[in-house]
């Protein structure tokens, strides 16, 4: 779901005082998974494991339990299980003296949750307390993670000026940092204001630079739904016969994702769904039934419930 610079400090040195039991268990398992954020994401599941099994030898509030649970919050995002990630966010929206770094995770996630759930009212406060917090934290440094969060909790607050004022002061900043395919997800927030606002053609430009950064930096989910976007941009564009083969792509990239709970299966399940969706435009009917017919109603999220509906609907009458 989905972002902090760690200091990559090898997860034994976080137990000096401890037991030599202790250490010995954590300094045992692979250090690079719950070490950065890069190799928790790339395994999701599996660095959630670990960072169960292990975050009992850290002293709960000190600066690396926090840090584990930042990580833990960001792999569950990662596999988009909404009802995982609420049960588990519920425990720390009250923590009010963490660590800033902390709470904005806490605060953007639980505003997505929010807003996923229709809860507008509460999703915008929590949204802005997290935009609030992001400023004061970047203030004198670059982290395009952290402005991707901003301006996609503009875009949640359907603040649309602000989102492109804040873009356009980004990318001042952004061209004395090297290629821009080197921030894939600020490049994906950016593309998502312009899906926003209908412009489909400046949307499709950014997809694609996120895409090159996510296929370069080996992140498959990521890269699986970038496709999905680039897509949903070529629907915008009614260019059917075209997103057809970016939707295919996106499920490929899921597949082995899905049969490992790396990526839930409601998640994949709204990429065939639009699958289908641009197959029935594009008149290719008895491909578009034999997909949707593979899709259960029961794995269908609820906010992607109706357009299973209209889909099956536009099937009976082909």
Partial sequence: MKHLRHTYIFIFQLLLGFTTQANASVYDINPSLIDNKKSCIASPRLCINKIDE???YIQQHSTQWYRLLNLKLLAIWEIRDNKWL???????VGLHNAPPVF???VYTLHAKMLFSDGNVEEGTLYANKS?????KVNEVSFDADRYAEIIILYNQLQQYDNAIEFIAWINKRIARMGPIHHFPKLQTAIAHTYIQNANYDLALQHYQHALTGFIETKYSLETAETYHNV????QGKEKYQQA?????SALQWMASAVKVGDYSIEAKNY???RL???LQKNGQHIQAKLLLNEVKPKQVSESRIMLYQQLKLNQSEN
Avoid: C, D, W
């Avoid at 609420?86 to 720390?92: M, S």
């Avoid at 935009?131 to 400023?135: E, F, G, P, R, T």
């Avoid at 897509?231 to 070529?234: D, F, H, M, Q, S």
């Fill in 54 to 56: 292990n975050i009992v």
């Fill in 86 to 92: 609420k049960k588990e966010i519920h425990h720390y």
């Fill in 103 to 105: 709470l904005t995770t």
């Fill in 131 to 135: 935009v609030a917090l992001i400023k």
């Fill in 231 to 234: 897509g949903r941009a070529l």
């Fill in 244 to 248: 057809i083969p970016a939707f295919e």
């Fill in 271 to 273: 990429t065939q769904l």
């Fill in 276 to 278: 289908v969706e641009s």
